[in-house]
C-alpha cells in the first residue's frame, strides 16, 4: 500500500473533479485539473520515472522544483520538472532514461 489516495476516492474533494487525459510513454493515464504531472503518476502509484546515468529511478524528492529527481519530456521539451508542470488534457510525458547517450554521443553529465 503506498498510501497515495487516488482522486477518485479523495475525501477532502468537496466537488466532482474535472478529468483530465495525458499519456505516459504512450499509455493513457487520468488525472484531475488543478494536478501536477507528478501528482498524477503518484496518484497512479507511479513512484519513478526516470533512470538516472548510474542506472537509478527518480521520481518525487523536493516537490518542489529544486531537486531535478521528477524530469520527463512533456510534449517534446525535455527536462521538465514534473513537480512544477501543472498536467493538462492531452500531455504526452514521457520518461527519461539517462543510460542512454545523448543523439549526439556526447557525454552526460551525471545526475544525482
Ligand atoms: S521533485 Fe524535486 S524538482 Fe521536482
Not at 476516492?9 to 493513457?28: A, C, K, Q, S, W
Request: hydrophobic share 30%; with cysteine.
Amino acid at each position: 500500500m503506498s498510501g497515495i489516495v487516488p482522486w477518485r476516492t479523495d475525501p477532502i474533494r468537496p466537488d466532482e473533479p474535472e478529468p483530465l487525459h495525458l499519456t505516459v510513454d504512450g499509455e493513457p493515464v487520468e488525472g484531475v485539473r488543478g494536478q501536477s504531472i507528478a501528482g498524477v503518476l503518484l496518484a497512479q502509484g507511479r513512484t519513478a520515472w526516470r533512470t538516472t546515468t548510474a542506472g537509478r529511478p527518480r521520481g518525487v524528492f523536493c516537490g518542489i522544483g529544486v531537486c531535478f529527481d521528477c524530469i520527463a519530456t512533456v510534449n517534446g521539451e525535455s527536462d521538465v520538472r514534473l513537480c512544477l508542470r501543472r498536467a493538462c488534457d492531452g500531455d504526452a510525458v514521457e520518461t527519461q532514461d539517462d543510460t542512454v547517450p545523448a543523439r549526439d554521443d556526447a557525454p552526460k553529465g551525471d545526475r544525482p
